[in-house]
């Protein structure tokens, strides 16, 4: 098994999973605090970049330490605004090896640059490194990049390679990157590289968890795949290391509610209770709905009664979805009684778009 050492957030450039476990604290460095002297004049040439790189790569270790750390990243980020990336890598990588370090953000911005180019091995390469350097990178942005690079691309063997690192090394944090690269890869679309992942996944170390199922789940119902929405609900009654929670059985409902599937929207419902899950905002919205659209608004009310006796805050949309079915069955009496209700229903009495997000923002790892 590939062996990760973080013993410090130390950005670490070029080097390879197989090296990992020889990683050690770079020494004090007090270079940073240096005056702009030695190689400072190289860099205020104007030469080509070859040749200004070659001969940085060139100097020795303790004479590349007299250049201000200001120097280096200027000269990174030149590279990275005149897309040679190559150059920007290569420089970093010379760096490290002469333990100067970076901040993290040359990388960062080196990773949306191969993202924007669709480079696929230089986008792997860095998001690996950051991993070394952070354990995890914490802004979402980094996955974004390193997802955009495969778009336009059927290929994925830079990808799956990465992938089969992360699962195989000792970050404890390498589900919570997994998840994340699966979320990145849903925001940019690219739903066969999701499922892909996910595959994969359950032939590696790292087997997708309860968070895992949930976001392919997720992804599924957006794009209205419900079938396979129920083959993977499915999988995950099978999978003894995976238990069902209110965000599964809620994302399942409501993908079958947009899918006018009610008999089994109804049916979930029924399973979600009788499991001890207790329903909540989300799940009442969808089994209501389904409900009246389906001719049976006299559940539907005993539902929306109960919901109002657990405190549970009803939002304008359950209120209109109701008032609409009723009038369709042709009970306009209680139709009206509904909807002199939510007139006289003060707007802090009812759920908004702000208690669906927050909802969901409280289950998130």
Do not use: W
């Given at each position: 098994m590939t062996k990760w050492s973080i013993v410090k957030r130390i950005p670490v450039y070029g080097a390879s999973f197989n090296s990992m476990k020889h990683l050690v604290l770079a020494p004090a460095d007090l270079s940073w605090s240096c005056s702009f002297s030695g190689l400072h004049s190289l860099i205020n040439t104007g030469e080509d970049d070859e040749?200004?790189?070659?001969?940085?790569?060139?100097?020795?270790?303790?004479?590349?330490?007299?250049?201000?750390?200001?120097?280096?990243?200027?000269?990174?980020?030149?590279?990275?605004?005149?897309?040679?990336?190559?150059?920007?890598?290569?420089?970093?990588?010379?760096?490290?090896?002469?333990?100067?370090?970076?901040?993290?953000?040359?990388?960062?911005?080196?990773?949306?640059a191969a993202g924007e180019q669709n480079d696929l091995k230089l986008s792997c390469r860095i998001f690996r490194e950051l991993l070394v350097s952070v354990g995890t990178p914490s802004s979402s942005d980094c996955y974004l990049n390193l997802?955009?690079?495969?778009?336009?691309?059927?290929?994925?063997?830079?990808?799956?390679?990465?992938?089969?690192?992360?699962?195989?090394?000792?970050?404890?944090?390498?589900?919570?990157?997994?998840?994340?690269?699966?979320?990145?890869?849903?925001?940019?679309?690219?739903?066969?590289?999701?499922?892909?992942?996910?595959?994969?996944?359950?032939?590696w170390q790292c087997k997708?968890?309860?968070?895992?199922?949930?976001s392919v789940l997720v992804i599924l119902g957006r794009a209205g795949l419900v079938n396979e929405m129920l083959g993977l609900l499915s999988s995950m009654k099978e999978d003894c290391d995976v238990s069902l929670n209110i965000i599964t059985y809620n994302t399942v409902l409501n993908g079958m509610k947009k899918a006018c599937r009610f008999d089994i929207c109804l049916a979930l419902y029924s399973e979600m209770v009788q499991c001890g899950i207790e329903p909540d905002l989300l799940s009442y919205t969808a089994v209501i709905d389904s409900l009246g659209r389906s001719g049976n608004t006299k559940e539907a009310l005993r539902l929306f009664d109960e919901m109002k006796n657990r405190q549970i805050r009803p939002s304008v949309y359950v209120y209109r979805a109701l008032i609409d079915c009723l009038k369709k069955s042709g009970d306009f009496q209680r139709a009206v009684q509904l909807s002199d209700e939510l007139k006289n229903t003060s707007s802090l009495d009812l759920a908004g778009p702000q208690d669906f997000k927050i909802h969901m923002r409280s289950h998130r790892r």
């Open positions: 040749e200004l790189l070659k001969k940085i790569v060139n100097h020795s270790e303790s004479e590349s330490k007299f250049i201000s750390k200001i120097n280096y990243t200027n000269l990174v980020e030149k590279y990275t605004r005149d897309g040679n990336l190559s150059g920007a890598y290569d420089l970093l990588q010379s760096l490290q090896e002469k333990n100067i370090c970076l901040p993290i953000s040359v990388s960062q911005n080196l990773l949306t997802a955009r690079a495969f778009i336009n691309t059927d290929d994925c063997t830079h990808l799956s390679s990465l992938l089969k690192e992360i699962s195989e090394s000792s970050l404890q944090c390498r589900l919570i990157v997994m998840n994340r690269i699966i979320l990145a890869f849903a925001e940019s679309r690219q739903i066969d590289k999701v499922l892909m992942i996910f595959k994969q996944m359950k032939e997708p968890d309860v968070i895992t199922y949930n």
